[in-house]
């Protein structure tokens, strides 16, 4: 298992610029981020179709009937995706639009335009971002996705993520859920380390739900309802 790396400069950095980070961090404790860089930007991208709109159970059951499919049980190249006759990939779980998506995956990972691992390590952020939106059924938040927990690139601010949104509605203790420019207006004093900040914000929105979910078990012992 390859080693954690170490963000203390980042997370000094939120600090000292923001003074919610501040009280955020040492409440936390250190960020344990741990990109997978061993997937090829393909495969990612395969995944994050397979887990849209799907619970992670859900999603992974899928893609161990699609994996297969194929001999060994191996991820498929794309060559192999493209030989798969439509009724089998609908077969393992897959929707009409996500089958769509992954023929265009794999056809677009043969002619170029979604990059090789190697490739897309010498692109720029905003590079990577206008090359894979161009893939069907691939926004910006899969390729932020792609670019913090594949590629590890230190600067992503998903602002269009609901569990970015809700732990900085959490910690600045708003009534609504921020609209995505003011949390990217706010997060620009924390570059050139959002993708820490970021981090932070879910693990924020993960312990209000934590919180929140026990309380209301609480309540419901108070009130002799629950076990």
């Excluded at 939106?133 to 998903?158: A, H, K, N, Y």
């Amino acid at each position: 298992m390859p080693a954690r790396p170490s963000f203390s400069i980042a997370e000094s950095h939120l600090q000292k610029r923001c003074q919610l980070m501040r009280r955020l961090i040492p409440q936390i404790g250190p960020c344990d981020l741990l990109p997978s860089e061993n997937r090829a930007p393909y495969e990612s991208l395969m995944r994050a179709i397979a887990h849209q709109q799907l619970n992670g159970k859900a999603a992974e059951t899928i893609l161990g009937r699609f994996v297969g499919l194929y001999p060994k049980g191996v991820f498929p190249t794309p060559e192999q995706v493209i030989a798969t006759p439509h009724a089998q990939l609908r077969g393992v779980g897959f929707s009409e639009a996500k089958v769509k998506s992954i023929y265009d995956i794999a056809q677009k990972t043969l002619d170029g335009t979604v990059p090789t691992k190697r490739a897309i390590t010498r692109m720029t952020d905003d590079a990577i971002v206008e090359r894979l939106v161009s893939v069907r059924g691939v926004g910006r938040w899969t390729v932020e996705m792609l670019l913090i927990f594949q590629l590890g690139r230190p600067d992503i601010l998903p602002v269009d993520d609901f569990g970015v949104r809700n732990g900085f509605r959490v910690i600045r203790k708003l009534e609504a859920m921020p609209k995505p420019k003011e949390l990217a207006l706010y997060g620009e004093r924390w570059a050139p380390h959002r993708t820490i900040a970021a981090w932070y914000l879910w693990r924020a929105a993960d312990r209000d739900k934590a919180k929140a979910a026990k309380a209301t078990k609480t309540v419901k012992k108070l009130d002799g309802k629950g076990t």
